[in-house]
């Protein structure tokens, strides 16, 4: 069954420095997303993606952040210069069209230290 | 904004006891509606879904019906097992259809 993968599963990094997460969504899927879970709390829409354009994004979602798709498989976020408070775990969705279901990657825990 | 109340857990119950994990929504419209699982230490999988009013969703013993007039859609399974404890979120689909809201989650620990 296909699946959304994502790497890594662990990302520890110092304050002020740039991370990307990674993320492959399901293949014939065009539609994707990022989401955030601050431990012991809701998971958080960040953006939506599809064309190669963000479709919408929240308010967490401020400069700091962006999103590409680089090639025809892979999606990243990319946080320009971490803070302690962006210690989360991101999951990658993606979906075949708006309004599917989305599915989830197994997440990425980043730890800002 | 749209917004969904989950009740709160933990929820504990006995192997074989009858679940119902209650969800209410506010949203634009009629969104598509959702029901997320999270084992321990994995990520989100779809559980069921309903896309229009009195649809019932199902899977693995699970149910929820979308209740347009009680803005509802409770989780209920008859017969629970030790491997459904699990963090059970109900999520309805934004009204712009780009994003799922998620409620806060509901910590099921069932007992053999």
């Known amino acids: 069954e296909p699946e959304v993968t994502q790497t890594p599963s662990h990302q520890v990094t110092q304050m002020g420095q740039e991370v990307i997460l990674r993320c492959v969504p399901i293949?014939?899927?065009?539609?994707f997303y990022w989401y955030r879970q601050i431990l012991g709390q809701k998971v958080e829409f960040l953006v939506s993606f599809y064309n190669n354009e963000i479709s919408e994004k929240s308010e967490i979602f401020d400069d700091q952040f962006s999103v590409e798709r680089p090639d025809g498989s892979n999606f990243t976020l990319k946080i320009r210069s971490t803070k302690l408070e962006d210690s989360a775990m991101y999951f990658c969705?993606?979906?075949?069209?708006?309004?599917?279901?989305?599915?989830f990657g197994p997440g990425t825990r980043l730890t800002v230290t | 904004g749209d917004s969904v109340t989950q009740m709160e857990g933990p929820v504990t119950l006995s192997e074989e006891a009858f679940l119902t994990i209650n969800c209410t929504y506010t949203a634009t419209g009629y969104p598509s509606l959702f029901w997320y699982v999270q084992y321990p230490g994995e990520g989100l999988q779809l559980l069921l879904k309903?896309?229009?009013?009195?649809d019932k969703g199902s899977n693995k013993g699970f149910e929820a019906t979308y209740r347009k007039e009680t803005t509802s859609f409770h989780l209920e399974k008859g017969s629970v097992q030790v491997s459904d404890s699990a963090v059970y979120f109900c999520?309805?689909?934004?009204?712009?259809?780009?994003?799922?809201?998620f409620g806060a989650g509901t910590r099921l620990a069932v007992h053999p």
């Open positions: 309903a896309t229009k009013a009195d």
């Open positions: 999520a309805p689909l934004s009204g712009g259809y780009n994003k799922l809201i």
């Open positions: 969705a993606s979906s075949e069209a708006p309004g599917d279901e989305q599915y």
């Open positions: 293949s014939n899927h065009l539609y």
